[in-house]
């Protein structure tokens, strides 16, 4: 695969190089898909625990366990306080 870049991302890729950091242009690129790799793999974690959360406050809502939005920004904030 041939991609071309932007002047812009072509000068700091070559920065890096230059710096001594990389090696080559390849390897800066390479550094930055296994970056991007990682940062995918944390965000499907982060979106699987919050609908495991959603699922879980759907069910207990359905079973009737809710709270008011009042009482439970005062619950929040007594927490965060007591934090601090």
């Known amino acids: 695969m041939q991609i ?3 002047p812009e991302v072509e000068a700091m890729v070559q920065r890096q190089v ?5 090696t080559s242009a390849l390897e800066v690129i ?3 898909v296994k970056l ?5 793999d944390i965000y499907q ?3 699987q625990e919050l609908q495991e959360e959603a699922r879980i406050g759907w069910y207990a809502s359905l079973r ?3 709270v008011d939005g009042l009482t439970a920004m005062t619950k929040i904030r007594a927490n965060k306080c007591s934090q601090s």
């Open 4 to 6: 071309a870049l932007p």
């Open 18 to 22: 230059d710096r001594g950091n990389y």
């Open 30 to 32: 390479l550094a930055g």
């Open 36 to 40: 991007l790799e990682q940062q995918e």
């Open 45 to 47: 974690g982060r979106l």
């Open 64 to 66: 009737g366990e809710v």
